[in-house]
């Protein structure tokens, strides 16, 4: 950690070095919602390089902040878990991404599309409690998403959705009956995502259309929910 030392003894220079190399902040975004595994982490960070990943974390555990260990029963996976020291770190992350929300322009976010972090993020925010009555067959819902705007290889990702077991998200079509279809652009469903607009606003501008099971589509604000930055006030300028 020594690397562009402020050479400062200052509290706030020390924990600079440590927390505001590039990626750092990002990659403890990632831990702290949850992301144990090397290969989660890549979907949170899916711009970084893994070589860059690898080496964030060996900084990271260096300096007390993460923990390495074996994952039970799998040969060659590893986890990594915050320590009491990188637990403290949550509310400084979502501070910062709070005062983003807050103070930075949306049009400055909107500029910085990228559903594999977009679908990422929704996928492990999604609250499943309003969809279990609502789950098609064997209890489980198949939501497709549509990016209109996006080259065919980008353009369509499924989130299969089970009420009991959590949420799986894939970019190749896992097989099953779809319940739900979207069909929107990048820009629209980030946008909602962020709390810029709302479904209710999109679906009206026809900027998303919905498709299929009706009860899952009513309700689609409220088990898509929000980003967990976009849900503090925004500055009015």
């Given at each position: 950690?020594?690397?562009g030392?402020?050479?400062?003894?200052?509290?706030?220079?020390?924990?600079?070095?440590?927390?505001?190399?590039?990626?750092?902040?990002?990659?403890?975004?990632?831990?702290?919602?949850?992301?144990?595994?090397?290969?989660?982490?890549?979907?949170?960070v899916?711009?970084?390089?893994?070589?860059?990943?690898s080496?964030?974390?060996?900084?990271?555990?260096?300096?007390?902040?993460?923990?390495?260990?074996?994952?039970?029963?799998?040969?060659?996976?590893?986890?990594?878990?915050?320590?009491?020291?990188?637990?403290?770190?949550?509310?400084?992350?979502?501070?910062?991404?709070?005062?983003?929300?807050?103070?930075?322009?949306?049009g400055?976010?909107?500029?910085?599309?990228?559903?594999?972090?977009?679908?990422?993020d929704?996928?492990?925010?999604?609250?499943?409690?309003?969809?279990?009555?609502?789950?098609?067959?064997?209890?489980?819902?198949?939501?497709?998403?549509?990016?209109?705007?996006?080259?065919?290889?980008?353009?369509?990702?499924?989130?299969?959705?089970?009420?009991?077991?959590?949420?799986?998200?894939?970019?190749?079509?896992?097989?099953?009956?779809?319940?739900?279809?979207?069909?929107?652009?990048?820009?629209?469903?980030?946008a909602?995502?962020?709390?810029?607009?709302?479904?209710?606003?999109?679906?009206?501008?026809?900027?998303?259309?919905?498709?299929?099971?009706?009860?899952?589509?009513?309700?689609?604000?409220?088990?898509?929910?929000l980003?967990?930055?976009?849900?503090?006030?925004?500055?009015?300028?």
């Open positions: 950690m020594a690397e030392s402020y050479n400062q003894f200052c509290p706030v220079a020390m924990a600079a070095e440590v927390l505001c190399t590039r990626w750092t902040m990002i990659v403890l975004r990632e831990l702290t919602a949850g992301s144990t595994r090397f290969n989660e982490l890549r979907r949170g899916p711009r970084m390089s893994p070589a860059l990943l080496k964030r974390l060996k900084d990271l555990e260096a300096a007390g902040i993460v923990t390495r260990a074996k994952a039970p029963g799998e040969a060659g996976v590893f986890e990594y878990t915050l320590t009491p020291a990188g637990r403290e770190l949550h509310p400084l992350v979502m501070g910062v991404g709070q005062w983003g929300h807050k103070w930075l322009t949306s400055a976010s909107l500029e910085n599309l990228d559903v594999n972090l977009l679908m990422w929704m996928r492990r925010n999604l609250n499943t409690r309003p969809m279990r009555d609502k789950s098609g067959p064997r209890g489980r819902s198949i939501i497709q998403f549509i990016f209109s705007d996006l080259a065919p290889a980008q353009r369509h990702w499924w989130l299969i959705v089970d009420p009991r077991e959590g949420t799986d998200l894939c970019s190749v079509d896992p097989g099953f009956d779809v319940d739900l279809y979207l069909t929107t652009d990048l820009k629209t469903m980030t909602v995502w962020m709390g810029y607009t709302t479904v209710k606003r999109a679906k009206a501008d026809d900027r998303l259309v919905t498709t299929g099971n009706r009860a899952l589509a009513a309700d689609l604000q409220t088990w898509l929910g980003s967990v930055f976009a849900k503090g006030d925004r500055a009015v300028a």
